[in-house]
């Protein structure tokens, strides 16, 4: 199994550009989560899919953030416009829900908004 | 809001067993103990988790205490590639959210 696979894993790009983030999820995993990590605010959730439908966005800093999971097996994180406080590191991680194991995560996309 | 305390920093020889505590003095009866890792550069890893009764893997051991109010994550024989930020984070089994604090480092010297 490749893992959780996120694309691209570095982006550079400049204020007020569009943004997107990809991830697959592992084969069968049914449910999907996006983190943010910074070093001031450290691992946040941003949002929650089960079974392609976003179950909560609490997490997402505002209407610039979107995401969405047209399948099973592909998710998109986009920003637009973006803003030099969006870079960060980006995480998906994926689990079979309800199971109780522990969640696994891609290697994330590091993005730097210049 | 995260719900367990943790060292924020650990120094531990190579080969020795590494033992890395953690309060979580609110915990129900509900909620399991979770233990990931962060080494530089990757995503989180999950390493452990139990309920109540003490739990081993070929990663790690974690010891939880009579009263749950805290735990402890055993590396048995630390190795350099053990350096990482380890999180100890408390999961209800009714909910899906993992919410990480600040961990602790731990530095594997040689």
């Known amino acids: 199994d490749a893992g959780v696979i996120q694309s691209p894993r570095h982006e550079v790009t400049e204020m007020g550009q569009e943004v997107t983030l990809r991830c697959k999820p592992i084969?069968?995993?049914?449910?999907l989560f996006w983190y943010r990590q910074t070093m001031m605010r450290g691992l946040e959730l941003l949002i929650y899919?089960?079974?392609?439908?976003?179950?909560?966005d609490s997490g997402m800093p505002e209407d610039r953030f979107s995401a969405k999971m047209p399948n099973a097996s592909f998710s998109t994180l986009k920003i637009q416009p973006s803003e030099p406080r969006d870079s960060a590191v980006y995480f998906c991680?994926?689990?079979?829900?309800?199971?109780?194991?522990?969640?696994?995560f891609g290697s994330g996309t590091r993005l730097t908004v210049v | 809001d995260a719900k367990t305390t943790q060292p924020p920093s650990m120094d531990c020889a190579e080969g020795r067993a590494a033992n890395l505590p953690c309060n979580h003095s609110t915990i129900s009866g509900n909620e399991y103990v979770y233990w990931y890792r962060q080494i530089h550069s990757q995503g989180p890893q999950y390493i452990i988790h139990?309920?109540?009764n003490n739990e081993t893997n070929e990663m790690a051991s974690l010891i939880i205490t009579e009263d749950r109010k805290s735990s402890t994550l055993i590396l048995p024989h630390a190795t350099l590639r053990d350096t990482a930020v380890y999180y100890c984070i408390v999961r209800d089994t009714n909910d899906y959210k993992l919410s990480f604090g600040a961990g602790t480092t731990v530095t594997v010297r040689a």
């Open positions: 139990g309920l109540k």
């Open positions: 899919f089960n079974n392609n439908v976003p179950i909560d």
């Open positions: 991680a994926s689990i079979f829900s309800p199971s109780l194991n522990g969640y696994t």
């Open positions: 084969s069968g995993h049914n449910s």
